[in-house]
């Protein structure tokens, strides 16, 4: 950061426990194409396969340029954070660091990925425990972040596809191990956030 000003993110390279590769460090942009390659490279399709692992790893062999930085870990210069006015709080969770990386790079700074930094990241402890309440969490962000920057017709694609997704949920495609007492106030919860009629929090969780 002190021999190129110019920077106002950066971030490490995150392995796992076992110094193993994880995941992608930083990503594309999420909307449209680069939303399409992020899912590509997500943790869970890393793992088993190999050509992902060598891919990964050519992507990061040295430091460069990026859309956004994962915020597992990342610095920030503080006279930017202020200029930013911070991370944007209609953020629950979920897509705040693509978010802060694209407003900082929106504002002129630049934001790179420096893989001789490293760290390790236990990946998913900040949201272990009811998979429905951080799913359903993750796709109100995701509309955040398409109505904050993606056009208006990106941002309508993307309820027609959560709609698509709710149908297919609530008619019995749920696995079969989920109980109806915990599949039914999901869905109905899934509809309530496509619609924007009630915002959910990680606190509250799902009303049942």
């Excluded at 949920?169 to 599949?183: F, N, V």
């Excluded at 919860?189 to 009630?198: G, K």
Aim: hydrophobic share 35%; net charge positive; charged share 25%.
């Amino acid at each position: 950061m002190k021999k190129y000003p110019r920077l106002g993110i950066v971030g490490p390279e995150l392995l796992g426990p076992e110094r193993s590769l994880l995941q992608m460090s930083w990503s594309w942009n999420p909307l449209f194409g680069g939303e399409i390659i992020h899912r590509y490279f997500a943790p869970r399709n890393i793992t088993p396969s190999s050509y992902k692992q060598h891919l990964i790893r050519y992507l990061q062999r040295k430091p460069r340029d990026v859309p956004f930085i994962c915020g597992a870990c990342l610095m920030i210069r503080r006279s930017v954070f202020e200029e930013l006015h911070g991370f944007d709080e209609s953020f629950e969770f979920y897509f705040e660091d693509a978010d802060l990386c694209q407003r900082c790079a929106e504002a002129g700074w630049g934001v790179e990925f420096v893989p001789a930094s490293k760290i390790i990241h236990r990946i998913g402890q900040s949201t272990s425990g009811d998979w429905s309440i951080t799913s359903l969490i993750y796709q109100q962000s995701h509309m955040v972040y398409y109505r904050k920057h993606a056009p208006v017709w990106g941002t309508t694609a993307l309820k027609a596809y959560l709609y698509m997704k709710w149908l297919r949920l609530a008619y019995g495609t749920l696995s079969p191990k989920e109980s109806r007492t915990r599949s039914v106030p999901y869905c109905k919860a899934f509809r309530r956030m496509i619609s924007e009629s009630e915002k959910f929090t990680l606190a509250e969780g799902i009303p049942r």
